[in-house]
């Protein structure tokens, strides 16, 4: 049974940063693609970042600011997020997968979520 759990979410200040993790277990960790989502309240899931064997993606509203990695040995992905501000808000799911996609849709496995607020 594949589980996703993550972790580090929190209230943060606008500029701060904060780091996310996802351990994920009852799957090949090294295998898969791995990305981060959010759904902040009234918008939909959207990619916020990927890695695979062929690199890292970010989407354009956080490049430069928010960095993803992953640990293999612990079967773990992490979000280190940077210069936060308020359109960060949301709760961010990990997400696994064969392949990289920006779509939700291309991922058959799902974390519950982690909630990031960030005020001003």
């Known amino acids: 049974q594949v589980q996703l759990v993550e972790s580090g979410g929190g209230l943060v200040q606008a500029g701060d940063s904060l780091r996310l993790s996802c351990v994920a277990s009852?799957?090949?960790?090294?295998?898969?693609?791995m990305a981060w989502f959010r759904q902040a309240p009234g918008k939909e899931r959207e990619f916020v970042a990927g890695?695979?064997?062929?690199?890292?993606f970010y989407a354009d509203s956080v490049k430069g600011r928010f960095t993803i990695s992953r640990d293999n040995a612990k079967n773990t992905v992490y979000l280190q997020m940077n210069s936060l501000n308020n359109d960060d808000t949301a709760v961010y799911c990990c997400?696994?997968?064969?392949?990289?996609?920006?779509?939700?849709?291309?991922?058959?496995?799902w974390g519950q979520g982690t909630q990031v607020t960030v005020s001003s």
């Open positions: 997400a696994a997968n064969w392949d990289i996609g920006v779509s939700p849709r291309a991922y058959d496995y």
């Open positions: 890695i695979s064997w062929t690199g890292t």
């Open positions: 009852g799957v090949l960790f090294s295998r898969y693609a």
